[in-house]
């Protein structure tokens, strides 16, 4: 039975299952890390679409139980490792490319997204459920009322997409929301671009957090109304207009800022 406390929503019916491997691309030769694998449902489809190994992170040390016949099966190439996945860093389990593909508990979606994108290294992409609530801010547009902090990390430092949604019913038990398979492959940045990554969580911490409120007000702390001048951005912009290349020539200000310090 799943626990509400874990976030366990199950995917059982095979079709789906599967329908998120294809999603993941090719997997012949590539280690999969799956987060939450449960019975075991997406992970059965991940071995049968050529995954070289899938290194499965699991809390629930009943699921890890129910795990052990697929172990068997899987002839080496499943590895279950009970933890919780926040405490893990995927590029201390493998040192070559990674797929992360996942069905994640939905009270720790969102925590996990933003580790792994703090440490994108060997990572080739990530293939996650979420609410689709949560799947909208990833994929929303400038001027949009989803788009916010996590729109703008996630865009800069990946390419997103929302690949398909899931009703309630697809899971065991039924969630009361609607679910979405996101897709994401990390960009290939410069040194120079990955270290405004900092700079630009910053900025958006501080500009929506007053989202309202025009960015001379909301970015005060931060910058000065001359300095977000001097980057050709009206300050009376608010903070969801501001596309990602706005937002990354205001980080370029705050890091030579640093620099002159």
Known sequence: MAKKSLGQNFLLNMDTVRKIARSAG???????????????????????????????????PRCVLALQDLIAEANGNLEVIQADALTISPQDLVQGPIKIVANLPYNVGTPLLIKWLHKLS?????????????????????RTADYGRLSVLCQ???????VFDLPPGAFSPPPKVTSSVV????????????????????????????RRK??????????TQEQILENNIPVTARAEELTLDQYSRLAKTIQKLFFEL
Not at 36 to 55: F, H, N, S
Not at 123 to 135: N, R
Not at 156 to 162: A, E, F, M, W
Not at 214 to 223: E, F, P
Request: overall charge neutral; cysteine-free.
């Open 26 to 60: 090719n997997l012949n030769g590539i280690t999969v890390i799956e987060v939450g694998p449960g019975p075991g449902g997406l992970t059965r489809a991940l071995l049968e679409a050529g995954a070289e190994k899938i290194i499965a992170i699991e809390h629930d």
């Open 122 to 142: 060997n990572i080739q992409s990530m293939t996650l459920m979420f609410q689709k609530e949560v799947a909208l801010r990833i994929v929303a547009k400038t």
């Open 156 to 162: 800069y430092l990946t390419t997103v997409s929302k």
């Open 183 to 210: 897709h994401l492959i990390p960009k290939s940045l410069s040194a120079e671009n990955l270290s405004l990554t900092p700079h630009i969580e910053r900025l958006t911490h501080a500009a929506f957090g007053q």
């Open 214 to 223: 025009m960015i001379r007000s909301s970015l005060s702390s931060v910058l």
